[in-house]
């Protein structure tokens, strides 16, 4: 069989296939690529190092999105590349340590959105009084949007009150 013909992936244990799948959704969630999410998940539940060809033969995934979703979760200390003794191809494990993860998570990922969300929401009650001055919803329906507006401005700004607690956790 030629390098160009295609494989069938190695059939992976349940587990391993549910963590790759809870990870892809945890990535999209918070605007990272599925993809990241599921190099991550295979990873996380390996015993062994792999290498980035089997990563994208196993995920079915391009190699160019392989290296870029091994080369982010690297710089985000999630996983980490290893040298296979006779062995040329790049390697990676998974970096045990959650903490490192769930802080480098909020710190680039939670925490900006969390900050940026406070100005979109102010563009938005100043977009909701300009489509109510040039007729384009009525005042009931600036009430009731007005009142929506203001409930995920009070959630915000009680999860705003939350990053000092959490910033001391992780």
Not at 79 to 93: A, E, H, L, M, S
Not at 106 to 114: E, G, I, N
Not at 123 to 135: C, H, M, N, W, Y
Request: aromatic content about 6%; charged content about 25%.
């Amino acid at each position: 069989m030629s390098n160009k013909e295609s494989r069938p992936a190695p059939r992976l244990p349940t587990a391993t296939l549910e963590m790759i799948e809870a990870c892809a959704r945890a990535c999209q969630i918070l605007g990272i690529p599925r993809s990241t999410g599921q190099i991550y998940g295979l990873l996380y539940l390996s015993t062994r190092p792999v290498c980035l060809f089997e990563i994208a033969e196993t995920l079915k995934l391009s190699k160019a999105s392989c290296s870029t979703g091994t080369r982010d979760l690297c710089t985000w200390n999630a996983i980490r590349q290893v040298w296979v003794q006779g062995d040329r191809k790049d390697y990676f494990v998974v970096d045990a340590d959650l903490s490192n993860v769930v802080r480098t998570v909020y710190q680039h990922f939670v925490k900006p959105r969390l900050n940026s969300s406070k100005s979109r929401l102010s563009q938005v009650t100043e977009a909701l009084e300009k489509d109510l001055e040039a007729g384009l919803i009525t005042p009931e329906e600036h009430q009731i949007l007005s009142r929506r507006v203001g409930q995920l401005a009070k959630f915000r700004k009680k999860a705003e009150m939350v990053i000092p607690l959490a910033e001391k956790l992780i």
